[in-house]
């Protein structure tokens, strides 16, 4: 079934053009994303601006008229249509040929209403806030909606003027002889651009553009679990289009600042604790500051250099595609045992009396190893340094 263009706009069939630009004059004051955020009137905003070029551009609307819809592409076609229908028709191959429209078949006007382009801001944030999400006001400048003449471009009570040049068509068309014949071709009228019309008393406020640079403060919610790099996608807060058209996306891409603790791998996070080789060999309970608050890392006898803590579920949390939160990952603790690099006359007598004690000289012997002096503190720096 055919959408209903006029009813969108609210309009009877026989509107008259200053009708059409009144009815979506009105609607657009009402339902612009820059205006109204809900995302109901967003996409009625969608639809109403389709209405109103299909219905300002004469040929759409006389498909309209006609019962049928002009963009409509489901075709339908039985085998006795266009030949050249699956190559977008004879036109279309002759332009590949020729480099302009061929056979002086009119395209007709462009619309001046344009699609919007997309908009890009990085938002700074921490490990703690990608852990935790956070809820920001950020400032963005974009080009906006023009409320005087809400995206026409023209002064009040006034309407664009039809081009002299191509009298309304959008193109000129030239004549140019070839080993062919006569090839018609066809570009932009230079007056109007492809419009097909003039706006001969253009808006103040936008010089005709239909839209104005402001700066606008607006709030985004970044999910937990985000990671640098992502983006956050809000609809229909970039760029509004030349000529009030649909405003385009904004990305909010996440810049995460460097952790002095921690280093992420995805999910999981890695951090490391400098352990004197003396609570490695006694044991120790050491304070950690995670994400959830101080934990105490228990440190047992005898821990080696490189040993590997693993705290189940104290990682960042698992960022679904559809932006859920799914579990958290875990955090890695590595000990890293530190060897002293200069002992006083005690301590170094202290350790070869512990050496002495443990046996380590004859241990050493034993294993073929020719160096016999240092004892524990040896090895541990040994075990440190292979590392």
Do not use: W
């Not at 200053?18 to 609607?27: E, F, H, S």
């Not at 890009?120 to 003449?149: F, H, N, P, Q, Y």
């Not at 062919?180 to 406020?205: H, K, M, N, S």
């Not at 709030?219 to 970039?238: H, W």
């Amino acid at each position: 079934m055919a959408r209903d263009y006029y009813g969108l706009l609210g309009v009877s069939k026989d509107a008259s053009a200053d009708q059409l630009k009144r009815a979506y004059r009105k609607l657009a004051r009402e339902l612009h994303p820059d205006v109204n955020p809900d995302p109901a009137a967003q996409q009625r905003f969608r639809e109403v601006t389709t209405a109103y070029e299909v219905l300002t551009d004469p040929k759409k609307r006389q498909v309209v008229d006609l019962g049928g819809d002009p963009l409509d592409n489901g075709g339908g076609r039985s085998g006795g249509g266009d030949p050249f229908a699956g190559f977008g028709g004879l036109g279309d191959i002759m332009d590949a040929f020729f480099g302009g429209n061929a056979g002086g078949q009119s395209r007709g006007p462009r619309s001046r209403m344009q699609q919007g382009s997309d908009a890009l801001i990085k938002l700074r944030m921490t490990l703690e806030d990608c852990a935790s999400g956070v809820s920001r006001e950020i400032t963005v400048d974009t080009a906006v909606l023009c409320d005087t003449c809400a995206g026409t471009g023209c002064q009040e009570d006034t309407t664009p003027s039809v081009c002299d040049t191509c009298a309304g068509k959008g193109e000129v068309q030239s004549v140019q002889r070839s080993f062919l014949g006569q090839v018609v071709t066809a570009r932009p009228c230079p007056t109007c651009r492809g419009f097909g019309e003039v706006i001969t008393d253009p808006c103040g406020q936008c010089s005709g553009e239909g839209r104005v640079r402001s700066r606008r403060t607006i709030t985004v919610k970044i999910p937990a679990g985000v990671a640098d790099g992502m983006r956050v996608r809000l609809s229909a807060q970039g760029e509004v289009g030349v000529g009030g058209g649909p405003a385009g996306d904004l990305y909010v891409e996440v810049d995460e600042v460097e952790h002095d603790t921690f280093t992420r791998d995805g999910s999981d996070l890695h951090c490391t604790l400098m352990l004197p080789m003396t609570s490695a060999a006694l044991g120790t309970v050491l304070p950690l500051d995670t994400l959830d608050g101080t934990e105490e890392i228990r440190v047992e006898p005898g821990t080696q250099p490189g040993t590997r803590l693993l705290l189940t579920g104290q990682g960042m949390p698992r960022l679904r595609s559809n932006g859920r939160v799914s579990g958290r990952g875990d955090l890695h603790v590595h000990l890293d045992v530190v060897v002293p690099t200069r002992l006083d006359g005690r301590q170094t007598d202290l350790l070869r009396e512990l050496a002495a004690l443990r046996d380590e000289e004859s241990e050493l012997a034993a294993n073929g190893n020719g160096r016999v002096n240092g004892g524990l503190f040896s090895r541990l720096r040994d075990s440190f340094g292979s590392r």
